[in-house]
């Protein structure tokens, strides 16, 4: 991956840049292109990801358009570029549907909420002595898969809240092409609680993933 425009610089350059790095680079031997677009949309603060994918490099130009088009408006950290011999995974192994995703989520933090009682002994022993609600805080990692006639797309967005991921990752989509799909990240391996608050019916935490505790 090669970092080919980052924040600050014109967004013309976006596209040149693209255009140019792709030309030089671009070998027999490459199967497929990626470019991506990393940022954040600044009103609820979610972050996304958007991937063109290609295995023409004359559809770069058009890719990396409609990538900048449709990411304009939020605070792009950074664009880069990459290939490879064979095609990229896309990282979406099951598509879902969207009416799924509610039951899901519900399925996500009650499996967190369980892992951080089960380690987590003081939380555990306030929640059993006070009879409070535990409500869990918990980053969702939602994907989508876009399908258009000259690139496949992917989206992937993070945020706490569902519906709000689902409303910018739509909006994001809406100039790529058709949604076929959704993913969740379903996977919780280690949470550790970073913030706690809470009211006469709830305990209220932030939990995160023990592996990105900075430090």
Known sequence: MTIVWEWGSDFDLLVK??????????QKSTKECAILLHGIEQTEGVTYTLVGYTKNRADV??????LLNAALGTKIWYCSVDFSEQEFFKGIDVLQREGEFSEKVKLLEDKVKQ???EREKNLANKVKE?????????ALYLGCAVTSPEATYTVDCHDSALDIILLEMKKLASS????????LDEKVEDPVVIDTDEDEKHIYVVAIERSQLKG
Do not use: P, Q, R
């Open 176 to 183: 790529l092409g058709e949604m076929i799909g959704f993913s």
């Open 115 to 117: 892992k951080l009682l």
């Open 61 to 66: 130009v058009d890719i990396s358009s409609k």
């Open 17 to 26: 840049n693209c255009e140019k790095y792709v030309s030089l680079e671009w």
């Open 130 to 138: 006070t009879g409070k609600e535990l409500v869990v805080d918990w």
